[in-house]
């Protein structure tokens, strides 16, 4: 079983940088963030598999947004840098306990609660 609490999100112009956080209770095998604006889907941002530490991005997020993980606090964090309009959404972080930790939200049986990014021009 794995709890996620997500904190980080608010307002910023474009080019501004915001940090997101997920802290996780339990043993996580993999975590992630997925992003959602109103009426449509969630899309996957980016991922990290905890034992090897490798990552994935998105095209649409790479070279602007890093993944880091602190093992000692079991946290997550996204830095999100270069912010533009098109990624306003509500964040969420999200993790499972087994693979395949794909890039749809099918794949991750726990999630946070969701943290809103809003990016104006």
């Known amino acids: 079983q794995v709890q996620l609490v997500e904190s980080g999100g608010g307002s910023v112009q474009a080019g501004g940088s915001l940090r997101l956080s997920c802290a996780a209770s339990?043993?996580?095998?993999?975590m992630g963030w997925f992003r959602q604006v109103p009426g449509k889907g969630r899309d996957w941002v980016a991922r990290?598999?905890?034992?090897?530490?490798?990552?994935d991005y998105d095209d649409s997020v790479k070279g602007r947004f890093t993944l880091t993980h602190d093992y000692a606090k079991n946290t997550l964090y996204l830095q999100m840098n270069s912010l533009k309009p098109e990624d306003t959404a509500m964040y969420y972080c999200?993790?499972?306990?087994?693979?395949?930790?794909?890039?749809?939200?099918?794949?991750?049986?726990?999630w946070g609660q969701g943290t809103q990014v809003t990016v104006s021009s």
């Open positions: 999200a993790a499972d306990v087994a693979p395949p930790c794909g890039t749809s939200s099918a794949s991750y049986n726990y």
């Open positions: 990290i598999y905890l034992a090897g530490g490798s990552k």
């Open positions: 339990g043993y996580p095998y993999c």
